[in-house]
């Protein structure tokens, strides 16, 4: 397998070559889930333009309009918080973290160039976003209130 993610696609039922599989799947990781700040955001899919790399000069062009500040965190930094499972945790805590670890996974093994991007100061807008295999952005969006 030339292209990483396509050892899966039987396991999951995408190919790289059907991007709407994709985009199906990831919102199908999406549902019920969300993302905890000082506010409550759905996670929903978010889908860009074609492409030739994901750099926050590239996306600050068409996200970052308005002056608004943009700070590029790794998938791994933005996903540790949200899929560790503490002692504390009960069930409803463990699912998300599950649910938020399966969305990782998905992301990473179908969307190149992954990046997460946090737009805004206190009121933010964050981006967990990739290439498909047709040079277009994908990915899932949430908000963050951090005050």
């Known amino acids: 397998m030339d292209r990483k993610g396509e050892k899966n696609e039987k396991k999951i039922g995408l190919s790289r070559k059907k991007s709407s599989a994709l985009e199906t ?24 333009p074609k492409l030739p790399e994901i750099s926050a000069p ?37 699912e998300r973290a599950k649910k938020f670890l399966d969305l990782q996974k998905l992301i990473e093994e179908y969307l190149d160039d992954v990046t997460v991007f946090r737009v805004g100061r206190i009121n933010i807008r964050i981006y967990v976003i990739g290439l498909d295999d047709k040079g277009r952005v994908l990915g899932v969006t949430m908000d963050a209130i951090e005050t």
């Open 25 to 48: 799947a990831l919102a199908k990781a999406c549902e019920g889930l969300i993302y905890i700040s000082e506010t409550d955001s759905p996670v929903t899919v978010y889908r860009g």
């Open 58 to 94: 590239t996306i600050s062009s068409y996200i970052a309009k308005g002056g608004l500040s943009i700070e590029k965190v790794s998938i791994e930094r933005f996903f540790s918080r949200l899929t560790a499972e503490k002692d504390w945790h009960g069930a409803r805590e463990r």
